[in-house]
Nanobody, 122 residues
């Protein structure tokens, strides 16, 4: 079993910055993908950014140039640096991982963190 625990959410003024962190623990052999999703009230959960095992990254158009995702393979962590925050970035942010517990790729499973609230408001 694998657990994902997020930290770093909070209240910030427009134009400000926040850094989210997510730590994976448990039975981890390999992390294939780690990502951040977000869900605003009344909206569907959407992908914000992801980073794959080769360290390739991708971003939602709405956050390109403002957010940066990074991972530390040694520590099994992923971070999301959010700059120039806007009120429309307000949402619960979820950490997501595709993680295998053995060398068999069929052992990979999808995991979610519990979510952390980010509120951008003056």
């Amino acid at each position: 079993q694998v657990q994902l625990v997020e930290s770093g959410g909070g209240l910030v003024q427009p134009g400000g910055s926040l850094r989210l962190s997510c730590a994976a623990s448990g039975s981890i052999f390999r992390i294939y993908v780690m990502a951040w999703y977000r869900q605003a009230p009344g909206k569907q959960r959407e992908l914000v950014a992801n980073v794959r095992s080769g360290d390739s990254t991708s971003y939602a158009d709405s956050v390109k140039g403002r957010f940066t995702i990074s991972r530390d393979n040694a520590k099994n962590t992923v971070a999301l640096q959010m700059n120039s925050l806007k009120p429309e970035d307000t949402a619960v942010y979820y950490c997501y991982g595709v993680i295998g517990s053995s060398s068999d790729t069929r052992s990979s499973r999808n995991y979610w963190g519990q979510g952390t609230q980010v509120t951008v408001s003056s």
